[in-house]
């Protein structure tokens, strides 16, 4: 799967979804004086910045490879995909623990709450139709995994962004709601306070387990595990290969790098002997088209 038929699609899912939403509670948190709306008003605007560090990523992503970057610049994406997880958790999640600590210290009663619970159901909507965008894509890809283990393998850190924004933000809706709705039951204001300091702790969270599964593919994750064990299986059963000794592979953004070391079957003459291996790699580049870079090691022992 490329990024142009699958990761951008959710990214602008998702980009026009919060765009819209934080004008819609950056105006209400301002009518209204709420101060979980005000946490939710910064989460969606670092969320539209976010997405579009994600763009920036996979456009660098693309740039050939050269001299000084033999591989090319596939894990710029990953890099990128780490700085959102960083913006999450600063914008988002501390800004949202001091804008809650700070109502608690200053409590202010709310205006017009009906108005912010208007903006936060049309933001759930928005946010529900950007994870609805979302899980196509993710669901493409998991084939038959449980959705925590597609976030734990997955190797689109954009997707995985994504997919922990709009699950972050529709649960810090739900938060911001219920904070809301309590402060207006109660008259007691440190209901919306307490509420943008959950919100907080929920994207701290999130951004975490975001920024532990980037990192792996920032230091050299190689391919997922099924992934590999099909190049396996492919190669042990070309007629030109007696054995596969080892495979090594490393994630490329969308592009990965391949090396083989292998026995292959006895030949009369080297040139056949070449054009067995050149073979293999034809057949395992057509097999597997994400690989840009193949290194084959013929060889008698491991």
């Known amino acids: 799967m490329s990024h142009d038929t699958n990761s951008l699609k959710s990214i602008f899912f998702a980009l ?27 989460h969606s605007l670092a969320d539209s910045g976010n997405q579009l560090l994600l763009l920036l990523g996979i456009r660098l992503a693309k740039t050939p490879p050269s001299a000084d970057y033999p591989l090319g610049h596939g894990k710029e994406v990953y890099f990128w995909s780490f700085i ?27 205006k017009a709450p ?27 890809e998991r084939l038959g995994m449980s959705i925590w283990q597609w976030f734990r393998e997955t190797r689109k850190s954009e997707l995985l962004v994504v997919f922990g924004e709009d699950s972050a933000a529709l649960l810090g809706l739900s938060f911001a709601g219920l904070a809301v709705i309590a402060t207006m039951v109660t008259g007691n204001p440190a209901y919306d306070a307490l509420g943008s300091i959950f919100i907080g702790i929920l994207l701290i969270v999130i951004a975490f387990f975001i920024g532990i599964e980037v990192k792996s593919l920032l230091v050299g994750q190689g391919v997922r595990p099924v992934v590999k064990q099909q190049m396996i299986d492919f190669l042990e059963a070309r007629p030109e290969i007696d054995r596969v000794f080892n495979l090594l592979t490393l994630q490329l953004g969308d592009d990965v790098m391949v090396a083989v070391k292998a026995r292959m079957k006895d030949e009369e003459s080297s040139r056949a002997f070449v054009e067995n291996i050149n073979r293999c790699e034809a057949g395992l580049r057509q097999q597997f088209p994400q690989i840009l870079w193949l290194f084959f090691e013929p060889d008698i022992v491991d």
Not at 21 to 31: D, E, G, H, P
Not at 89 to 110: A, T
Not at 123 to 140: D, F, P, Q, T, Y
């Open 16 to 42: 026009g979804a919060n765009v819209a939403i934080a004008l819609a509670k950056f105006s209400a948190a301002l009518y209204t004086g709420s101060g979980a709306m005000m946490a939710e008003a910064i």
């Open 84 to 110: 959102v997880a960083l913006i999450l958790f600063s914008m988002g999640g501390l800004f949202s623990i001091y804008e809650g600590v700070h109502k608690l210290q200053d409590p202010e009663l709310l």
């Open 114 to 140: 009906f108005v912010a619970i208007a903006v936060l159901l049309f933001s759930m909507v928005a946010e529900g139709i950007s994870l609805w965008g979302c899980m196509r894509e993710v669901n493409k």
